[in-house]
C-alpha cells in the first residue's frame, strides 16, 4: 500500500465547476499536511498548508480528517489557470523536519473552456 | 524569493558514465534535498542535508551518492549511470529552524541515460 495515495486522474472539468481532490495516508503518526501545485513542465511549489481546523484561501478549502486519515482540496469555480497537477504531501516527521515528506504521486486536473 | 538553481536543465549520457547534477540556493536554508520524479510512482528522496558536510539517505539512495561541501550547494553524483536512473531530478532547500514545512524546489534536470 502506498503512503499517501490519490486518485491520479485526470479530472477534466468545465470553467466554473466546483472540483475535489481526495488523499489518504498510511502513517497515522503524521504530523503535518500539504497540496502542492505543478503546472506541466515545472517545479513543485507550496499551495496550502492543511489544519486541523480546516483552513480556506480564496478559492480552495483544504480539509483533514485524522481519524480517517484523509485530506481534501476543494476548488470552487475553478479557472483554466487551474489547470495543474495537484499532489498531496505528508509530513511524518515533527514540524522542522521536511526531510520526512511523502509525496503523493498527484491528481491532474485539467479546466476546459 | 528564494531561488534554487539547477545546473542542467537536459542532459543526455551513456551507460557507465558519471554524472554530476549540481544545486545552489541564495536564501542561507539548512536543509537541502534531492529527489527524483517518475510517472506513477510520486516524489521520491534519494538523499537529503541538514547541515554542511552532513547527509542522510532517503528512499532510494542505491546508485547514487551526495556531496554537501558548502552550505548553498548541494550536489548529485551518479557514480556509473544506468538505465533506470532516467528520470526528473528536482533538488529542493528548506530553511531549517523556521521550517514551515515548505519546500524550494529548483526548476528539475531531465537526465536520461542511454
Known amino acids: 500500500r502506498k503512503e499517501v495515495e490519490q486518485d491520479p486522474g485526470p479530472f477534466n472539468v468545465p470553467e466554473g465547476a466546483t472540483v475535489a481532490f481526495n488523499c489518504t495516508y498510511s502513517n497515522s503518526a503524521s504530523q503535518s499536511f500539504f497540496w502542492y501545485r505543478q503546472d506541466c513542465r515545472k517545479e513543485p511549489k507550496l499551495l496550502m498548508s492543511v489544519y486541523s481546523s480546516g483552513n480556506e484561501d480564496g478559492r480552495f478549502t483544504a480539509q483533514l480528517n485524522r481519524a480517517s486519515q484523509y485530506i481534501s482540496l476543494l476548488i470552487r469555480d475553478s479557472k483554466l489557470s487551474d489547470s495543474a497537477t495537484y499532489l498531496c504531501v505528508v509530513n511524518e516527521g515533527d514540524r522542522s523536519n521536511t526531510g520526512k515528506l511523502i509525496f503523493g504521486q498527484g491528481t491532474t486536473l485539467q479546466v476546459k473552456p | 524569493d528564494v531561488k534554487v538553481t539547477q545546473s542542467s536543465r537536459y542532459l543526455v549520457k551513456r551507460t557507465g558514465e558519471k554524472v554530476f547534477l549540481e544545486c545552489v540556493q541564495d536564501?542561507?536554508?539548512?536543509?537541502m534535498f534531492w529527489y527524483r520524479q517518475d510517472p506513477g510512482l510520486g516524489l521520491r528522496l534519494i538523499y537529503f542535508s541538514y547541515d554542511v558536510k552532513m547527509k542522510e539517505k532517503g528512499d532510494i539512495p542505491e546508485g547514487y551518492s551526495v556531496s554537501r561541501e558548502k552550505k548553498e550547494r548541494f550536489s548529485l553524483i551518479l557514480e556509473s549511470a544506468s538505465t533506470n536512473q532516467t528520470s526528473m531530478y528536482l533538488c529542493?532547500?528548506?530553511?531549517?529552524?523556521?521550517?514551515?514545512?515548505?519546500?524550494?524546489f529548483g526548476e528539475g534536470s531531465r537526465l536520461t541515460v542511454l
Open positions: 529542493a532547500s528548506s530553511p531549517g529552524d523556521r521550517d514551515t514545512g515548505e519546500l524550494f
Open positions: 536564501m542561507d536554508h539548512e536543509n
